[in-house]
């Protein structure tokens, strides 16, 4: 049995064709398909794109919003089949690291700054 699937994503429609030896377990591979989002879960914009990277052990598959540069990723089950993780707003690692410095500095001048009583003024 063979099935053909359209799926818009953002500006692009995709073509997909599933094929398997018993009707259930294609209808069960075509199905991983209809769950591809059409819009961003946080924003709600369909101003969306389907994206990929590569490494040398993994190929990364998402959906990434192009208004508020949110992304859905997705997953693998091990038993076999493809999920969409939750949307999540993305932060480029160096931001993400500056955000935790400052942070951390935040909370250091937090404390240094905390109140003084008059005991600890020796004069």
């Known amino acids: 049995m063979q099935v053909a699937i359209s799926k818009k994503i953002g500006k692009s429609t995709l073509q ?3 094929e398997g030896e018993k009707e259930k377990d294609t209808l069960a591979k075509a199905s991983y398909f209809t769950t591809i989002p059409d819009k961003c879960g946080l924003c709600e914009s369909d101003n969306i794109s389907l994206d990929s990277n590569k490494t040398e052990e993994f190929t990364f598959i998402k959906i990434k919003c192009l208004e ?3 992304r859905s990723n997705m997953g ?3 038993a076999g089949g493809i999920f969409w993780k ?9 931001k993400k690291e500056v955000e935790e410095a400052f942070d951390k500095a ?3 001048a937090k404390k240094q ?3 003084v009583s ?5 004069f």
């Open 68 to 70: 508020c540069n949110a």
């Open 106 to 108: 935040e909370e250091k």
């Open 76 to 78: 693998e089950f091990k």
């Open 86 to 94: 939750p949307w999540e707003k993305y932060v480029a690692p160096i």
């Open 16 to 18: 997909f064709r599933v």
């Open 118 to 122: 008059e005991e600890d003024i020796p």
């Open 113 to 115: 700054t905390e109140e």
